[in-house]
């Protein structure tokens, strides 16, 4: 079946420090993957996405490569800010466009 | 951009009784729309996808006779959670598809609170 798996947090960083958020996936055939953000008290936004391999998506300082030949789609970004603390969710859609989530990944940046 | 709001933002109700919460889609059509729970510092569960005019489809798991959800448009779906328990506590988002370009937005969420 359809699963994704991200790194456990919480991840503490300094700022400017850089990070990775690792994701990997099982799915039949070749889905979308997402990267979503939830910031504290509100709903999911879409930060960035790749429809197929080798596809880069990139937004605000994120990115992230889906590689179909290790099943993952880790989020970067080279130097963070105390703003980017928020849970950040790996997705893929299904087929019939059901969003799968990780079980997300709690960023902490400190001052 | 798009945007999608959920009604109302939080709820507290007491045990037995039924709450509403309602999804908006409210600058697109969205022919599809998928309700979520999320319990505090976990991911999303899918309970059920909604499709405009026809019956929801509800996960393996899922009590469909709880949670009722009516699509009546193509802006609206409401999720009633029926003779609700304290376990039924949790935070409920909803997502829209936007029917031009098949990407989901999602609404901010709905906490309840059933004591």
């Known amino acids: 079946g359809n699963s994704v798996t991200q790194m456990e947090g919480p991840v503490t960083l300094s700022e400017e420090a850089f990070l990775t958020i690792n994701c990997t996936y099982t799915?039949?055939?070749?889905?979308?993957l997402f990267w979503y953000v939830q910031y504290p008290g509100e709903g999911l936004q879409l930060l960035l996405k790749a429809t197929k391999a080798d596809d880069k998506g990139s937004n605000k300082g994120f990115e992230a490569t889906y590689r179909k030949e290790t099943t993952s789609f880790h989020l970067e970004k080279g130097s963070v800010q105390v703003s980017d603390s928020a849970v950040y969710f790996c997705?893929?859609?299904?087929?019939?466009?059901?969003?799968?989530f990780g079980q997300g990944t709690e960023l902490s940046v400190k001052p | 951009g798009a945007v999608v709001s959920q009604h109302p933002s939080w709820v507290i109700c007491k045990s037995g009784t039924s709450v509403k919460i309602e999804c908006r889609s409210l600058?697109?059509?969205?022919?599809?729309m998928f309700w979520y729970r999320q319990f505090p510092k976990q991911s999303l569960m899918l309970m059920a996808t909604s499709n405009e005019g026809s019956k929801a489809t509800y996960e393996q798991g899922v009590e469909k006779d709880k949670f009722l959800i009516n699509h009546a448009s193509l802006t609206l779906s409401t999720l009633t959670v029926t003779s609700a328990h304290p376990e039924d506590s949790s935070f409920y988002i909803c997502?829209?598809?936007?029917?031009?370009?098949?990407?989901?937005?999602f609404g901010p969420g709905t906490r309840l609170t059933v004591l």
């Open positions: 997705a893929l859609s299904t087929p019939g466009g059901k969003l799968i």
């Open positions: 799915a039949t055939g070749y889905p979308s």
């Open positions: 997502s829209a598809r936007d029917t031009q370009n098949n990407e989901q937005f």
């Open positions: 600058d697109f059509q969205a022919t599809t």
